[in-house]
């Protein structure tokens, strides 16, 4: 089967939910070909379904190395680190991507549950609100994150 092939198979199972199967496939390629920008996306998309973060974080720090203008990269891998426990990184992370993050209402968001996690109550509804200011959207899923239990009256 062909690199297309495969890729476009990982693809449906991952789109089933049936991640493994979609690891299984992306397995069956020759090394150099597993390291490629769009096989890794792959893989991190199957990690992630699997919840498997340790696994995920490593292979977006991969992703953020090749590719360290695209700020995706970045906010995935700072999710894993902090679902692996591991905040901390995560908001290092998350601050070491590239500029184009901070127009960006999903990083702001982020950062404020990294930050709230780590005792940082002033920084984290700082972010959170500026979260807000961009995308109204992010005041009703803030309600409901347990990251951000606790953080009081949202504007």
């Known amino acids: 089967?062909?690199?297309t092939k495969t890729l476009q198979a990982?693809?449906?199972w991952i789109e089933l939910g049936i991640a493994d199967e979609a690891l299984n496939e992306l397995?069956?390629?020759?090394?150099?070909?597993?390291m490629q920008r769009?096989?890794?996306e792959l893989k991190l998309a199957a990690q992630m379904v699997n919840q498997a973060w340790?696994?995920?974080a490593d292979t977006a720090h991969l992703?953020?190395?090749?590719?360290?203008?695209?700020?995706?990269?970045?906010?995935r891998a700072a999710f894993c680190l902090h679902e692996t426990g591991d905040t901390l990184a995560a908001c290092n992370w998350l601050l070491r991507g590239p500029k184009t993050l901070f127009d960006m209402a999903i990083f702001h968001y982020n950062l404020a549950c990294y930050l709230?996690?780590?005792?940082?109550?002033k920084r984290a509804r700082s972010h959170l609100q500026q979260a807000i200011t961009m995308?109204?959207?992010f005041l009703e899923a803030a309600r409901d994150d347990r990251d951000l239990a606790g953080i009081g009256p949202l504007a």
């Open 116 to 121: 709230w996690t780590l005792g940082e109550a």
């Open 63 to 75: 992703l953020c190395l090749k590719a360290s203008d695209e700020p995706v990269f970045f906010l």
């Open 10 to 12: 990982a693809s449906g």
């Open 38 to 40: 769009e096989v890794l």
């Open 54 to 56: 340790n696994s995920a």
């Open 1 to 3: 089967m062909g690199m």
């Open 135 to 137: 995308d109204e959207s």
């Open 27 to 34: 397995k069956k390629l020759p090394m150099d070909v597993q």
